[in-house]
């Protein structure tokens, strides 16, 4: 079974920190994803990745960076975090093999910026 | 700009019903749709998968159609049991792999 790991299950900054939120997976896959879960709004992608180094801007790219160095981990950053982000951050695997291959999410991280 | 409804923020049934929900979509030519359940403090876990050109899939007790013409997919639960109350999502998928989500429909079954 695929298992994605998010390194923190609750973090709690102050404003203008810089948060580094990491993500694992164990199944070799090549696509890898951030969202952010908020009630009535659903999940939004961040950022994704197809390839190691490689990254692309979802739909609210703003405020956020990630890294892809190895290919089963991809982290995300908040250069300066905001009370906007507090959120729920959700990270995602899928095989790059086929193109519908279906995403395998982590249990998520519940970001709280004071 | 691209817009996913699923119907009714909360969907309460009685245990043994068939429970169905709704996911309509608007500026959007999915290449496939997919279903994922999730539990609260959990992440959504894929439960099923339906391409463009498929009109009907199933796998148990799950049934999903897919309408490109109505643009709306509905995802059936037959039987329902408690242990199915949980938020369903639908998401919107493209040939390129990126999903795009709706908000959710939380359905509690009472026994």
């Known amino acids: 079974d695929v298992k994605v790991t998010q390194s923190s299950r609750y973090l709690v900054k102050r404003t203008g920190e810089k948060v580094f939120l990491e993500c694992v997976q164990d199944?070799?896959?090549?696509?890898m994803f951030w969202y952010r879960q908020d009630p009535g709004l659903g999940l939004r992608l961040i950022y994704f990745?197809?390839?190691?180094?490689?990254?692309e801007k979802g739909d609210i790219p703003e405020g956020y960076s990630v890294s892809r160095e190895k290919k089963e981990r991809f982290s995300l950053i908040l250069e300066s975090a905001s009370t906007n982000q507090t959120s729920m951050y959700l990270c995602?695997?899928?095989?790059?093999?086929?193109?519908?291959?279906?995403?395998?999410f982590g249990n998520g991280t519940r970001l709280t910026v004071t | 700009s691209q817009k996913i409804e699923q119907n009714s923020e909360a969907l309460n049934i009685q245990e043994g019903k068939t429970a169905t929900l709704t996911c309509n979509y608007t500026?959007?030519?999915?290449?496939?749709l997919q279903w994922y359940r999730q539990d609260p403090g959990r992440g959504p876990v894929f439960l099923l998968l339906?391409?463009?050109?498929?009109k009907e899939k199933r796998k148990e007790r799950l049934k999903v159609t897919f309408d490109t013409t109505l643009k709306q997919s509905l995802f059936h639960i037959t039987a329902s049991q408690p242990a199915d109350s949980a938020t369903y999502l639908c998401?919107?998928?493209?040939?390129?792999?990126?999903?795009?989500f709706g908000d959710g429909t939380t359905l509690t079954v009472k026994p």
């Open positions: 995602a695997s899928s095989s790059g093999q086929t193109y519908n291959s279906p995403l395998h």
């Open positions: 199944m070799d896959h090549e696509n």
């Open positions: 990745s197809y390839d190691v180094k490689m990254k």
């Open positions: 500026n959007y030519s999915p290449a496939y």
């Open positions: 339906i391409r463009e050109n498929e």
């Open positions: 998401a919107l998928s493209t040939n390129a792999g990126k999903s795009t």
